[in-house]
């Protein structure tokens, strides 16, 4: 790149730094530069891009403030600590103790799931699978794999547990050893049960907690 004065660089940095965010035309006009020489010096600044505007937005280093999930925002522009919105998701599902559905990555991430999770149908480094009709992302590190799911498993029963009175809770024991081993369906099917407004997702959850629930795969590759 054509060599720039030191000064005005020195000059134009804390323009950029004060304005927060900035578009790379901007920039170029500022350093009356072409638009390739803009971004090669922002490479060397090692300046973050936007994860949502089509990536239009920059900022320099040294201004974001990212929270724990890694991410900043600033009026209409987000930023992420790991990098383009594909870096971000992976980084984000990776971590996640029990993997995210698309609901909850798009409430980290600021934007509508339906903009973005195309991407993530068969994208390396993440690993999705259908949970009660919900698409849930996991890692696919097989070891990273295995904890998230046992924590989605085990926090799914206690979610669907806490849905019933003990008297419901008994009905469904007294099932299970009456019948052993009764599938979750079948004990849904009983008369004593349909009675009741116990749900499938609630027995399922009693009987995985109290380990008790069949193994069958509940999801789609």
Excluded at 3 to 28: C, N, P, S, Y
Excluded at 122 to 141: A, M, T
Aim: glycine share 6%; charged share 20%; proline share 5%.
């Amino acid at each position: 790149m054509g060599r720039l004065d030191h000064e005005k660089i020195k000059t134009v940095w804390h323009q950029l730094e004060k304005a927060k965010i900035f578009k790379i035309g901007d920039m170029a006009s500022l350093l009356t530069c072409s638009v390739p020489n803009a971004r090669l010096k922002l490479k060397q600044w090692q300046a973050f891009t936007s994860y949502n505007q089509n990536g239009k937005y920059y900022t320099l280093p040294q201004v974001p403030r990212f929270d724990d999930h890694g991410l900043w925002r600033y009026k209409n522009a987000a930023f992420s600590r790991h990098g383009n919105l594909k870096n971000t998701v992976i980084h984000l599902v990776s971590v996640a103790p029990a993997g995210l559905s698309g609901k909850q990555l798009g409430e980290i991430l600021g934007l509508s799931p339906q903009s973005f999770l195309h991407h993530f149908r068969q994208c390396p480094g993440i690993h999705r699978e259908k949970h009660d009709g919900v698409f849930i992302y996991f890692s696919d590190d097989d070891k990273v794999y295995e904890k998230q799911l046992q924590e989605k498993t085990s926090v799914a029963a206690r979610s669907a547990i806490a849905t019933l009175s003990d008297p419901e809770a008994v009905l469904i024991l007294v099932a299970v050893i009456r019948q052993h081993g009764i599938s979750a369906e079948e004990i849904l099917a009983l008369p004593e049960i349909k009675q009741s407004k116990i749900t499938l997702s609630a027995v399922k959850g009693f009987m995985a907690y109290h380990g008790l629930l069949k193994k069958t795969p509940d999801f789609m590759p």
